[in-house]
């Protein structure tokens, strides 16, 4: 089982920023396409944004998409995620997970992922 270890949650007013970390042991993350996803309560769990493996292609979800951006830093084995411009609707816990699959629309959905972390809560609000 991989282990993925995420952090960086908190709470913070609309308008301001984040920056989310996951970080793995035991494994390479840049041998592995990299998803970031949130839930809030009563939701299903909704596929924000992917990294690939090797190239680093990256996808957004529309709701993020010019707001949020993914990157890797392979020295730290770590994926970030910057969130800016944060809304009340982007509260919600996050996680990051690891899978084998091309990263897109189509494969980020939490099916496709084996691996996941124990999540981070991010709470927007004034």
């Known amino acids: 089982q991989l282990q993925l270890v995420e952090s960086g949650g908190g709470l913070v007013q609309p308008g301001g920023s984040l920056r989310l970390s996951c970080a793995a042991s035991?494994?390479?993350?840049?041998?592995?396409?990299i998803g970031w996803f949130r839930q809030a309560p009563g939701k299903e769990r909704e596929g924000v944004s992917c990294?690939?493996?090797?190239?680093?292609?990256?996808y957004y979800a529309d709701s993020v998409k010019g707001r949020f951006t993914i990157s890797r830093d392979n020295a730290k084995n770590t994926i970030y995620l910057q969130m800016n411009s944060l809304k009340p609707e982007d509260t919600a816990v996050y996680y990051c997970?690891?899978?084998?699959?091309?990263?897109?629309?189509?494969?980020?959905?939490?099916?496709?992922?084996?691996?996941w972390g124990q999540g981070t809560q991010v709470t927007v609000s004034s």
């Open positions: 990294i690939s493996s090797s190239v680093g292609s990256t």
């Open positions: 997970a690891a899978g084998r699959q091309a990263c897109g629309a189509v494969t980020t959905k939490a099916f496709f992922f084996a691996s």
């Open positions: 035991r494994f390479t993350l840049d041998l592995y396409t």
